[in-house]
């Protein structure tokens, strides 16, 4: 049987992932969006073009027709990408909240997992995209990552202590 305080770690962490997944989900909708905008485009371009090759094999950009059913099946699948990046941020976070040695080691995966899936992107979208490819989803990933730090920062003051009490390198032993 858990503790009673175990499961409240366990809500907080599901519900802290969540809202930061569905954050960075936004924040990157948005930030492509309002891209799509500047260059002249449907600020539904790039999820359409991304949900067309995904799951429609479209190949060529210039065949792209902007319709619900890629622009909703490339966001689902974002949506669930984000939500289990939360979900992991959170639980991160929660290991550094109860070890705060552990703080400066949270953010070893988050960089690695962040830097892959940019890098993937990146190889994916400049065929689609062109050279423009690479500066949206830098951009839309720096709002990501912008957005979601924010809002752990702000939500976890534990956090905050154990980062400004525990200087990098310190392990917290006396």
């Known amino acids: 049987m858990t503790s009673p305080v175990a499961t409240t770690i366990r809500q907080d962490v599901f519900n802290s992932g969540l809202v930061t997944g569905l954050i960075g989900y936004a924040a990157v909708a948005l930030a492509t969006a309002v891209l ?11 999820a359409a073009l991304f949900g067309s090759v995904l799951f429609y094999h479209v190949t060529d950009p210039g065949a792209l027709l902007i319709t619900a059913g890629p622009v909703f099946a490339y966001n689902a699948l974002h949506l669930l990408v984000f939500l289990a990046l939360g979900l992991l941020t959170a ?9 705060p040695a552990a703080a400066y080691i949270v953010l070893l995966p988050l960089l690695f997992v962040a830097a892959h899936m ?5 190889i994916f979208a400049q065929p689609l995209l062109g050279d423009a490819g690479p500066v949206q989803i830098g951009l839309a990933s720096i ?3 912008v957005a979601m730090g924010w809002y752990v920062w702000r939500s976890h003051p534990l956090l905050r ?4 009490d525990l200087p990098l390198g310190d392990t917290g032993d006396a």
């Open 91 to 99: 639980w991160l976070v929660s290991v550094a909240e109860r070890h």
């Open 36 to 46: 799509n905008i500047d260059v002249g485009r449907s600020p539904f371009y790039t």
């Open 118 to 122: 940019f890098l993937a992107l990146v």
């Open 161 to 164: 202590d154990a980062l400004r």
């Open 143 to 145: 709002a990501a990552a």
